[in-house]
C-alpha cells in the first residue's frame, strides 16, 4: 500500500505552501494540480514544484473542474506507482490534525474509502448548510442506505485503481458535481465507506469557486444521474438481498437457483429490503410513484426468471383451457408479473394504513368487514397465494381487541415479520414460523382459538420436508399436491373452517368467503382419504375463483409436479 496527497487548486494560493508542509510533515508525497489558475497562483504553484523533495506539480491548460483535477492527479499518481490518494482542499478549511486518524484507517481498510465527516463551526454559509442536507437526502435514495453520512467532504483517502475504473467507465461530474457522484459510484461497486470526524471552517476572505446557478444546476443533473442509476441497478440490488455489489458467490455464474423445483427454494428475492423501501416511497410519494419504481424490478425478474415465466405461461394456458378469459401470450405472462407486482404492492399499502374498509367490496350490503366476517368466534382461515388476503389480515387486525395468527413457511417468517413490523408497529398480527406442525405447535394454536383469535395457513403450497404429506387432488385439469398438514391443524382446533380470499378488481378489493365446514372430522381408518375429501373442496372452490381472475394467482413455480421420490424411482 502506497499513499500520497493530491491538493487541486483554482486561484487559492494564499496557504497552499503551508496545506503542503503540514502533508509533507506526515511523509506523504504530494501532487499538486493547478486547474488553469490565474498568473499569480500558477507562479506561487510552479514555486513549490520539487520533485526531489516529494512535491510534484502539474498545470492544466484551462479551467477544467476539480473533477477533471482530481482524475488527472489520480492518473499522475498511479503512472508513479501509488495506491492510494489523499485528497485535500488548498483553501486550508480542512482540519489536517486528523490525517494520521484517516490514513490510520485506509491502511486498516485498503479497500475502504475514507471520508471526512465533517463538524462546521459558525463560520459555514446558511446556503451551503441547507444545500448539503438537501443532498445527504438524495444520496440516501440513490444509495438506499444512510450508509454515507456526508458526500460533500472533499478530505477523503480515495483508493486510486478503483476510483480510475469508474472514471473511465461510467464517469463522474467535472464539477462542484464530482465528490458526491463519485462517492455513490464507489459504494454501488461495493466500497465501503469509512468517516473520520473532522472539523471544517470556512477562513475569512476565503474565495469561493461555487457558481450559484451553474453548479446547482450540475447538482440537480447528477442527482437525476444517480437516481436513476439507483432504478437501473435496484433488480440487482434486490436479487442480491440490499446490496449494489455482487458478492464473490453471484459472481460463479452457476444458475443452481434454477433448477430447483420446490417453492420454497426459490427464495423471495430481498423481500425485507425491498419492502422496508417501498414502504417509505409509498408514504411520501404514493401508489404511482411505487409502480414505476418497480417497473423495472418487475421486468428483470421477467426477463431472468425462467421458472416463473415457464409456470405464469403453463398456468395461463391450463385456465383458457377450463374457461378462463385471459389468452396464454407472452404479453399477459407479462401482465401475471404485473399483478405479483401490484399485489406486493397492496401489501405495503394495506400494513401501512393506507387501504381502509372502503376499499373493500363487501358482499349482501355489509357495512363493514366484520359485519361480513364473524367476530366473535376463533376460526381457522385456509387461503392461497391468489389475490391479497394480506388486505383483510391488515384491516382486521387495527381492532385492538381482535388477534390474528398467521403461519408462515419458516424461511420467510422472519424478515416478513420485520417489514410488518416497521410498517405496522400497531397491528394485531402474530407471524408464526412453521416447518411442521407438532405437538407444542397445536398445543399454542389451541389456546389461542380458546381466546377467540383467527389462524391463517396457506393450503396451497406444500412446505419443504413434506412432500409425502401431501395429497392429489384435481385443479385445473389435472392432480396436483395440496398439503395435508392445513386440514389437520383444522381437525386437532375443532373450530369453523373457513375458505378465503381477496382480490383486486376495478379500484376496490373483492372478498370471497366460503364455510368449508363446522368442524373437521377425520376417522382414523380412513383419516387420508377424509383430508383428500376437504382438500379436494378446497380445490374446487379455489378453480372457481382462479379461472375468474388468472392473473392474481401467484404460484410461479411447477404446480403439478410430482413428487420429488416419484422423479428419482
Known amino acids: 500500500m502506497k499513499i500520497c496527497a493530491l491538493i487541486p487548486t483554482h486561484n487559492h494560493h494564499a496557504v497552499l505552501a503551508d496545506v503542503v508542509a503540514r502533508v509533507r510533515d506526515q511523509g506523504l508525497p504530494v501532487f499538486i494540480i493547478d486547474d488553469g489558475s490565474n498568473v499569480t497562483t500558477e507562479q506561487k504553484v510552479q514555486a513549490l514544484h520539487d520533485p526531489e523533495n516529494g512535491v510534484t506539480c502539474h498545470r492544466l491548460s484551462h479551467n477544467s473542474g476539480k473533477g477533471v483535477a482530481v482524475m488527472q ?3 499522475h499518481a498511479s503512472a508513479a506507482g501509488y495506491s492510494h490518494a489523499v485528497q485535500i482542499d488548498a483553501d486550508g478549511q480542512h482540519d489536517l490534525d486528523r490525517l494520521s486518524d484517516m ?3 485506509s491502511r486498516n481498510d485498503p479497500t475502504a474509502l475514507i471520508t471526512g465527516l465533517p463538524i462546521y463551526d459558525d463560520s459555514i454559509p446558511t446556503g451551503r448548510k441547507i444545500g448539503r442536507w438537501v443532498t445527504h437526502f438524495w444520496v440516501w435514495i440513490e444509495t438506499l442506505s444512510t450508509a454515507i453520512r456526508d458526500s460533500m467532504c472533499g478530505f477523503r483517502v480515495y483508493p486510486i485503481a478503483q476510483s480510475l475504473a469508474i472514471w473511465h467507465e461510467e464517469g463522474a461530474g467535472n464539477k462542484m458535481d464530482f465528490d458526491t457522484e463519485l462517492m455513490v459510484r464507489l459504494y454501488w461497486r461495493g466500497v465501503p465507506i469509512i468517516h473520520v470526524p473532522t472539523k471544517v471552517t470556512y477562513p475569512k476572505g476565503n474565495i469561493s469557486n461555487f457558481r450559484m446557478w451553474e453548479d446547482n444546476l450540475l447538482i440537480s443533473a447528477m442527482h437525476t444521474r444517480l437516481v436513476f442509476g439507483m432504478l437501473a441497478r435496484l433488480p440487482g440490488y434486490i436479487g442480491r438481498g440490499g446490496k449494489f455489489a455482487r458478492s464473490p458467490a453471484d459472481n460463479r455464474g452457476d444458475d443452481s437457483a434454477d433448477i430447483s423445483h420446490h417453492w420454497a427454494e426459490i427464495d423471495e428475492r430481498g423481500m425485507y429490503f425491498g419492502m422496508r423501501f ?9 401508489r404511482r410513484v411505487c409502480l414505476a419504481i418497480m417497473l423495472p424490478v418487475i421486468v428483470y425478474f421477467y426477463l431472468t426468471g425462467g421458472i416463473a415465466r415457464r409456470a405464469s405461461r403453463d398456468f395461463l394456458v391450463r385456465s383458457a383451457q377450463h374457461g378462463g378469459t385471459v ?14 407486482g401490484e399485489s406486493a404492492l397492496d401489501k405495503i399499502a394495506a400494513w401501512c394504513g393506507e387501504l381502509k374498509q372502503d376499499d373493500l367490496a363487501l358482499p349482501d350490503q355489509a357495512k363493514d368487514l366484520f359485519a361480513y366476517i364473524p367476530r366473535d368466534q376463533a376460526a381457522v382461515l385456509l387461503v392461497s397465494h391468489f389475490g391479497n388476503m394480506e388486505l383483510v389480515r391488515a384491516i382486521a387486525s387495527r381492532d385492538r381487541d381482535f388477534r390474528v395468527n398467521v403461519l408462515l413457511h419458516h424461511k420467510n417468517a422472519a424478515r416478513f415479520g420485520r417489514v410488518v413490523q416497521k410498517l405496522a408497529p400497531k397491528s394485531q398480527v402474530d407471524l408464526i414460523e412453521v416447518t411442521d406442525i407438532g405437538p407444542d405447535t397445536a398445543i399454542m394454536l389451541r389456546e389461542r382459538v380458546e381466546r377467540g383469535e383467527w389462524i391463517v395457513i396457506a393450503a396451497d403450497r406444500v412446505a419443504i420436508g413434506a412432500r409425502d404429506k401431501s395429497v392429489e387432488v384435481p385443479f385445473l385439469g389435472e392432480n396436483a399436491h395440496f398439503p395435508q398438514g392445513p386440514f389437520i391443524l383444522a381437525y386437532l382446533l375443532q373450530c369453523p373452517v373457513y375458505m378465503a380470499a381477496a382480490w383486486r378488481k376495478d379500484g376496490h378489493f373483492k372478498i370471497a368467503w366460503q364455510k368449508l365446514t ?13 383430508i383428500t375429501g376437504y382438500a379436494t373442496q ?21 404446480f403439478w409436479a410430482k413428487k420429488k421420490a416419484d422423479d428419482d424411482q
Open 73 to 75: 492527479g489520480m492518473a
Open 103 to 105: 490514513l490510520e484507517q
Open 278 to 286: 417501498l414502504g417509505m416511497v409509498y408514504r411520501i410519494a404514493g
Open 327 to 340: 389468452a396464454p401470450t407472452r404479453w399477459n405472462s407479462f401482465r401475471h408479473f404485473l399483478g405479483f
Open 518 to 530: 363446522d368442524r373437521l372430522t377425520l376417522p382414523r381408518k380412513n383419516r387420508t382419504d377424509a
Open 538 to 558: 378446497y380445490a374446487q372452490w379455489l378453480e372457481k375463483i382462479v379461472i375468474r381472475e388468472p392473473l392474481q394467482w401467484f404460484n410461479f413455480y411447477d
